[in-house]
C-alpha cells in the first residue's frame, strides 16, 4: 500500500505513477471522480524536482481558471495561465493553456516548448468533439517529440488504439493504465409518472414504458398513454426526506435550470446558521467581484439564502465562480445547472439529477451517448464522505423506450473517433516550415490511423485541395512561401479567409475604430436556432453591403474546390451592443439592447479581444492602424469582460 500527500493510492495511481517514474508517457482512463488529478499532480512535482516545465491542457476555459486558481494556491509564482484572452505568468513552470493555445504555440512559438517536460491533457476523449476534437488531435501529432505526455480521459473502449497511435508518431513509450472501478459506487433512482422507482429493474417491472403496451390489460391503457407529470416537488421531498443533498440537478436548457430553482427553492434547505454563513459568503463574493449591483446577482440572493442556486454559459464568468465556491463551502445545498459543470470541475454531490436524456450534439438533438452520461453521473459520491452516489433519471415514456434508456445506462462507453478537420491557419503555419512537403503529416494523424484507404484518399485529398485554393487566392506565393495575407490568415483560427482578403482588400485599415469593432465580433457572433436577425441601421446596412460580397465570393471559391464547411459569414446581432459597450456603456444596461445572455455577451467580447490581440501582433499592419487596435482594446477589455482582473481576485 502506497501513500502520496496522505491519499492512500488505488491500484490505477500506482501504476501510473510507476510509468512516469520509469520515464514513459501515460494515459489514463478511469471514471469520474476516480482520482485522475492526483496523477497529473505527481508529474508536475516530479518535473519541478528535476528543474523541468509542464504545460497543462484544459478543453474549456472555466477550467483553466479553475486549474489556475488551484496552482497558484499549490505552487505559487510557478504557477501561469495562457488562454487567449488572458495572460498571466506565461513563462511560469506550470503553465495552463487551452489546447487551442497549446496547438498555436507548436506551430508558432515551438523555442518556448524547450525546457518543457510534461504536456498533460485533461479530458483527452475531447478528441472526439465534432467541433473542436481537431485541435486536440493536431496538438498530439505535431507537438515535439522531447515531451511525454500524461493523457487524462473518462472511460472509453479503445484507448488503447488512442495508445497505439501516440506510440507510432512518438518515440517515447506510453504505457495504458485503465481503472473501471468507482471509488463511490453509483445506485440509480428513477422518476416515471411522478413515482420514484429505487432500481431499473423496478422500474421495468412497472409496465409504465410503451413498448410493453401489448402485454398490458386495455382498463390500463389510458394510465400508459397519459402518464402524470414527474412533479419537481415529488423528486426533491423524496431527496431532502432521504438525506440525499447536495444535490447536482443536470437540465439541458438555461431556461429550465433558472425555472426549477425557482420552483424547488420554496423547500428552504438551510438552517438560521447555514443562512447566515451563506448570505454574509455570498455579500462578501459579490463585493470582491463588483457584482452588488448586478441584476442577476441579486436575484439570486433569494434563492441562495434558500440553499438552491443556477449555474450556466449565459451568466456573468464572475457570477459562475462565485456560485462554484458557494457550491464547494458545502453551504448551497442544491445546484441547478447545464452539461458544462460536470467537465472536469471538481465539485461532486451526494445526488446526481437528470433532468432529461436529449442533448443538443453540435447540429441536432438525441439521446445522451453513454460516455456523456457518465461523465455527469460520476459527480454523484464525494469519496472518503459518502459510500455511495446516488443517479436519479426522470423519466417520461412518451419519449424515450425501455432499450435506449438500457443502452444509455449499461452500454458500453462510445469510442473516441478521429475529427481532424485541419484549417487554413494550421496548413499556412505547416506550409510555412514545410512546402510541399506538407502533405507528409496527414500520415502522423489518428485520422489516418485508423481509417480505410477511402477515408485516407478523401481526407488527403481535401487537404491538397485547401493548398490548391489558398495558392489562388494569393495567401502563398508562385515561389511557395506566404505572403502578407498568409502571414495574417496563420494567426487566425477560424477566420483566416474573411480576415485576409477584408486585409488585401484595405477593409480592415480604412475602418473607424467601432466599424472595426462591429466587423470583428459580426465574424465570432454564432447565432442559436431560430435567432431572429436583427434590425440593420443605415451605417450596418453600408457595412453589410460591403462585407457580404466578401464572403459570397470565398463560398463560391470553396465550393468551386469543393472545401467543406464554407467560411465563417458575418451575423450583425452584437453590432449594437458591441457599439454601446465601446461607448462605455455600464455592462448591467446592455441588456435592455440585446436578448443575448449576458455571459455569451463576455465570452464573444473576449473573442473579439483575442481577435484584436492578433491583429496587434502582425507586423504588416501599419501604427496608424495599430493605434486603432490598442484603442478598442482599451475601450472593451474593462470591468467584467476583463478576464485576467477576474482570475487577480483573491478568493
Not at 302 to 310: P, Q
Not at 373 to 388: E, H, L, P, V, W
Request: with cysteine.
Amino acid at each position: 500500500m502506497k501513500i502520496y500527500k496522505e491519499f492512500v493510492l488505488d491500484r490505477f495511481q500506482e501504476q501510473a505513477i510507476k510509468a512516469i517514474e520509469e520515464g514513459k508517457s501515460v494515459i489514463v482512463s478511469a471514471p469520474t471522480g476516480a482520482g485522475k488529478t492526483l496523477i497529473a499532480e505527481y508529474a508536475i512535482e516530479k518535473a519541478q524536482n528535476s528543474r523541468k516545465e509542464v504545460i497543462y491542457t484544459a478543453p474549456i476555459k472555466a477550467l483553466s481558471n479553475q486549474k489556475y486558481r488551484d496552482f497558484r494556491r499549490a505552487y505559487k509564482e510557478k504557477a501561469g495561465i495562457l488562454t487567449g484572452d488572458v495572460s498571466l505568468n506565461p513563462e511560469a513552470e506550470v503553465i495552463i493553456m487551452t489546447t487551442e493555445i497549446f496547438r498555436n504555440v507548436i506551430l508558432t512559438e515551438p523555442e518556448r516548448l524547450k525546457n518543457k517536460e510534461w504536456v498533460i491533457f485533461d479530458e483527452i476523449h475531447y478528441l472526439d468533439d465534432p467541433e473542436r476534437g481537431t485541435v486536440w488531435e493536431e496538438a498530439i501529432m505535431l507537438m515535439p517529440r522531447h515531451l511525454k505526455i500524461l493523457a487524462l480521459s473518462a472511460t472509453v473502449p479503445n484507448i488503447e488504439e488512442i495508445a497505439s497511435w501516440i506510440n507510432k508518431i512518438h518515440h517515447i513509450p506510453i504505457e495504458v493504465i485503465k481503472e473501471d472501478k468507482r471509488p463511490v459506487p453509483l445506485r440509480f433512482y428513477f422518476q416515471c409518472n411522478d413515482k420514484i422507482f429505487s432500481g431499473f429493474k423496478e422500474l421495468k417491472r412497472s409496465n409504465f414504458l410503451l413498448e410493453d403496451i401489448r402485454r398490458i390489460k386495455r382498463k390500463k391503457l389510458k394510465e400508459i398513454l397519459y402518464p402524470r407529470p414527474n412533479r419537481i416537488n415529488t423528486l426533491f421531498r423524496y431527496l431532502r426526506e432521504n438525506q440525499l443533498l447536495p444535490c447536482i440537478y443536470f437540465s439541458f436548457s438555461r431556461a429550465r435550470s433558472e425555472v426549477f430553482a425557482q420552483e424547488v427553492a420554496v423547500f428552504d434547505f438551510l438552517n438560521k446558521e447555514e443562512k447566515k454563513k451563506i448570505t454574509s459568503l455570498y455579500t462578501q463574493l459579490l463585493k470582491t467581484f463588483d457584482l452588488e449591483r448586478e441584476p442577476t446577482s441579486l436575484y439570486l440572493y433569494d434563492l441562495i439564502k434558500r440553499g438552491v442556486a443556477f449555474h450556466h454559459a449565459g451568466l456573468l464568468p464572475t457570477l459562475k465562480e462565485v456560485i462554484e465556491r458557494l457550491f464547494t463551502s458545502k453551504l448551497l445545498k442544491v445546484i441547478f445547472t447545464t452539461e458544462t459543470f460536470a467537465l472536469g470541475i471538481n465539485m461532486p454531490a451526494k445526488s446526481v439529477v437528470f433532468d432529461d436524456l436529449r442533448k443538443f450534439y453540435g447540429r441536432f438533438h438525441r439521446n445522451v451517448k453513454t460516455r456523456d452520461f457518465y461523465q455527469m453521473a460520476g459527480r454523484a459520491g464525494r469519496r472518503g464522505i459518502d459510500k455511495k452516489g446516488y443517479v436519479f433519471v426522470r423519466v417520461n415514456p412518451l419519449t424515450i423506450e425501455l432499450k435506449e434508456l438500457e443502452r444509455i445506462l449499461y452500454g458500453k462507453p462510445e469510442e473516441i473517433k478521429s475529427q481532424l478537420r485541419s484549417n487554413y491557419a494550421t496548413l499556412l503555419n505547416l506550409y510555412k516550415d514545410m512546402g510541399e512537403k506538407i502533405y507528409q503529416i496527414y500520415p502522423l494523424s489518428f485520422h489516418f490511423f485508423c481509417s480505410q484507404k477511402r477515408e485516407k484518399e478523401e481526407a488527403l485529398g481535401l487537404i491538397k485541395r485547401k493548398i490548391e485554393l489558398l495558392k489562388e487566392l494569393g495567401y502563398i506565393s508562385k515561389e511557395k512561401v506566404l505572403t502578407w495575407k498568409g502571414e495574417l490568415a496563420s494567426r487566425l483560427y477560424s477566420y483566416e479567409l474573411p480576415l485576409g482578403e477584408l486585409y488585401q482588400e484595405g477593409i480592415l485599415e480604412e475602418a473607424k475604430e467601432k466599424d472595426l469593432l462591429i466587423i470583428i465580433s459580426s465574424l465570432v457572433y454564432e447565432p442559436r436556432k431560430g435567432e431572429k436577425r436583427p434590425k440593420l441601421t443605415k451605417n450596418l446596412k453600408r457595412l453589410q453591403m460591403i462585407l457580404d460580397p466578401v464572403i459570397r465570393r470565398i463560398h463560391k471559391k470553396e465550393r468551386s474546390y469543393k472545401v467543406f464547411p464554407l467560411s465563417k459569414r458575418f451575423f450583425y446581432h452584437l453590432a449594437e451592443v458591441g457599439s454601446l459597450w465601446f461607448e462605455g456603456i455600464r455592462f448591467s444596461k446592455l441588456s435592455k439592447f440585446s436578448e443575448i445572455d449576458e455571459g455569451e455577451l463576455v465570452r464573444y467580447f473576449r473573442m473579439d479581444i483575442q481577435i484584436l490581440r492578433e491583429l496587434l501582433s502582425f507586423e504588416g499592419f501599419k501604427e496608424d492602424f495599430k493605434k486603432k487596435v490598442k484603442n478598442i482594446l482599451t475601450r472593451i477589455n474593462r470591468d467584467v469582460v476583463d478576464a485576467e482582473k477576474q482570475l487577480r481576485q483573491e478568493i
